[in-house]
């Protein structure tokens, strides 16, 4: 399983340019995302965020270790505040159980077979899982330099366009010597470090389902 360090920035001509300059493009890819929660809201209260993503399941979901980032020096604390860490989960075994034991009492025992399809969505109702975001991303990646510093430029369908810093590291990996290479890279962009910048989810909740977003803001979610 893999952490994903990720820091959102919005991209401005001048980062264009300078991305085109100093980064390789690798690719063009277009995708759509289906964000799933029950009616209410178990899983992104507790800010885990299940989607579907070109047919197959993925699970993102806070990392346990609290810790790291309290040993942090003053500016790695700012690097560190700017950025995300997800776990992403890709297993679907792995997932009915991490969902499953999130809304155990609200839902049906689902049947962990290590064969489960991806097709088949019986475990959904099973859970009351109903779809509650959907669109779609045009996404163009480069990398730099830098060893394992991928970058993300996202177009998504209702009009947001964010860019994102990431890098990939193993559960109990290095969360600091990535934090470093995403600074490097933000300073190699010329990107200011003051403000963190809100995610496709955020803009997309806020414009089209106030309600649900209006939830997670006073959670501190998002
Ligand atoms: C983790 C999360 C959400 C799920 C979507 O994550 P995100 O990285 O925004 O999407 P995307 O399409 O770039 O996924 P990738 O391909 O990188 O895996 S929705 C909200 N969150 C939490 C969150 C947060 N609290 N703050 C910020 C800045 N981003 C995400």
């Not at 990720?6 to 980064?23: H, P, Q, V």
């Not at 962009?189 to 803001?217: C, F, W």
Request: with cysteine; charged share 30%; proline share 2%.
């Amino acid at each position: 399983m893999s952490v994903e360090v990720e820091r959102k920035f919005l991209c401005s001509a001048d980062t264009l340019k300078t991305l085109e300059e100093i980064g390789v493009c690798v690719g063009q890819r277009e995708f759509q995302d289906q964000y799933y929660d029950t009616p209410k809201f178990d899983l992104t209260l507790r800010d885990m965020w299940l989607r579907k993503r070109k047919g197959c399941w993925e699970l993102k979901c806070p990392t346990s270790s609290v810790s790291v980032t309290e040993e942090l020096s003053g500016e790695q604390s700012q690097a560190a505040a700017l950025c995300t860490r997800y776990k992403e989960i890709t297993k679907l075994p792995e997932i009915h159980l991490r969902v499953e034991e999130v809304i155990k009492d609200a839902c049906e025992h689902v049947e962990r077979k290590s064969d489960s399809s991806q097709e088949d969505e019986s475990w959904l109702s099973k859970l009351n899982l109903v779809c509650f975001a959907e669109y779609t991303t045009v996404r163009r990646s480069f990398t730099l330099e830098e060893e394992g510093v991928q970058i993300d430029l996202d177009q998504a369908d209702f009009g947001y366009h964010v860019g994102e810093i990431e890098v990939l590291i193993p559960e109990e990996g290095d969360v600091q010597s990535a934090l470093e290479k995403i600074t490097k890279a933000a300073q190699k962009l010329g990107l200011a470090g003051d403000q963190r910048v809100e995610g496709k989810m955020n803009v997309y909740l806020k414009r089209y389902h106030p309600d649900h977003y209006a939830i997670l803001l006073s959670a501190h979610i998002l």
